[in-house]
T-cell receptor, first 113, second 109 residues
Framework: DGGITQSPKYLFRKEGQNVTLSCEQNLNHDAMYWYRQDPGQGLRLIYYSQIVNDFQKGDIAEGYSVSREKKESFPLTVTSAQKNPTAFYLC????????????FGPGTRLTVT | DAKTTQPTSMDCAEGRAANLPCNHSTISGNEYVYWYRQIHSQGPQYIIHGLKNNETNEMASLIITEDRKSSTLILPHATLRDTAVYYCIVRGSNYKLTFGKGTLLTVNP
């Protein structure tokens, strides 16, 4: 059953701790993306990767880091430098560069107190 | 990418057609119109996209005006499960999807 998985669904952390959110896809997509969504708002792009071992900053990359060592996986680390980390985080993937539709995972809701 | 304007909210009766409008008056010739929807606390779901011709798939129809300055997403027989926020996005030939606040469609029994 092809798709994108994100784990966990809910995550709680104390302020000052780094936390890593998982994103895995078995769609054989080259491109992967991380978005952040705040209540009542649209999605904002954090990082994206068009190919393994390469990634680019999106609109709000400060306080976040990513890696793309495997085609299937694109983990996002929320560092202690991110001032407002509490949000809904969404991972997506697409066939590649260009205007291909993006497919989204179910999201991880991160709460930092 | 061109900006879009959508109503904040709309209501529709179950079983009736839901027509969701979108204005994109600054769209350029190589930009596509995409529609996604997001059910509460889930990831967005791709619905349909088009360039200038009308498009139809198993989920919806997309009607784009001849001047391409506006479009309408049509859900032919809305069900309660179609209650969601619907995003209209204009996108060029690059990766970037820019999500606004969308339209909250509420389907009522």
């Amino acid at each position: 059953d092809g798709g994108i998985t994100q784990s966990p669904k809910y995550l709680f952390r104390k302020e000052g701790q780094n936390v890593t959110l998982s994103c895995e896809q078995n769609l054989n997509h080259d491109a992967m993306y991380w978005y952040r969504q705040d209540p009542g708002q649209g999605l904002r792009l954090i990082y994206y990767s068009q190919i393994v071992n390469d990634f680019q900053k999106g609109d709000i990359a400060e306080g976040y880091s990513v890696s793309r060592e495997k085609k299937e996986s694109f983990p996002l680390t929320v560092t202690s430098a991110q001032k407002n980390p509490t949000a809904f985080y969404l991972c997506a993937s697409s066939y590649g560069q260009g205007a291909y539709e993006q497919y989204f995972g179910p999201g991880t809701r991160l709460t930092v107190t | 990418d061109a900006k879009t304007t959508q109503p904040t909210s709309m209501d529709c009766a179950e079983g009736r057609a839901a027509n969701l409008p979108c204005n994109h008056s600054t769209i350029s010739g190589n930009e596509y119109v995409y529609w996604y929807r997001q059910i509460h606390s889930q990831g967005p779901q791709y619905i349909i996209h088009g360039l200038k011709n009308n498009e139809t798939n198993e989920m919806a129809s997309l009607i784009i005006t001849e001047d391409r300055k506006s479009s309408t997403l049509i859900l032919p027989h809305a069900t309660l499960r179609d209650t969601a926020v619907y995003y209209c996005i204009v996108r060029g030939s690059n990766y970037k999807l820019t999500f606004g606040k969308g339209t909250l469609l509420t389907v009522n029994p």
